[in-house]
């Protein structure tokens, strides 16, 4: 946790990031979205708030804390943005019993479930607040109950559709590899449906994502947004998910 980074990459979305893990602020007219809460300590909890600080957004503007999966690296702070701005949060029932049951750090108190769930959501549900209303779609495979989102941003007042694909590896197992790949061609159909151009990760190995922090830091107005790629883009992206999945497949075979 020495490391932290942030670049405000759409009109009204901020991404906060160390070396691994990325977290994001979606901001609507009535307020702040955290989507995702990096590890569960102070200093990442302070690199979120100062980072919607330098941007020029109200950290007290937090209204919601929305989770893509039960990892402690991506439920994280949540403890703190609960108790510094009551944030209610967001998990799918079924991993939110497995961030309590299965820590994945289990020599390491600290890491363990530390706070209430205080919505479960799951496929169809929506998030809302204010203009912007987050679509939520079961992803199982990277845990059991994953969840993937779909939402719209905004480059120079024009609106796209984002998508955040919660899961990252696919499991160490024949039947969870399956299942992250059904659940990946679900998310791109939806995706497909919905117009997707933007692709965020929630690690930043996945998309180069600490060189785009960098790049987005500096960019000019004038200069193309890196992440806006485009319908065939998500598609290229995701295409990464899926020949993970098989590459795993053959392996777990050879064994």
Known sequence: MSFFTHARIFDDLLI?????????????????????????????????????????WDPGAIRKLVLTHGHVDHTGCGRWLREAFHAETYL???????????????????????????????????IALGDKRLLVYETPGHTPGGLSYIFNVTENGVSHQAALWGGSAPPMSRHGTIQYLRSLEHFMEQAERQNVEVALSNHTALDNGLERIAYARKRMRYMPNIYLIGQKGFRAYCQLFRTWCYDSLEQLDDR
């Open 16 to 56: 906060i990031a160390q070396k691994e893990t990325n977290c994001f602020v979606l901001r609507s007219s009535e307020g702040l979205i955290v989507l995702d809460a990096i590890w569960p300590c102070q200093q990442a909890f302070d690199a979120i708030i100062s980072a919607i600080r330098e941007t020029g």
């Open 92 to 126: 799918s029932q079924r991993d939110d019993r497995f961030w309590a049951e299965e820590p994945i750090k289990r020599d390491r108190p600290e890491t363990w479930k530390d706070y209430d769930i205080d919505v479960y959501v799951g496929e169809g549900d929506v």
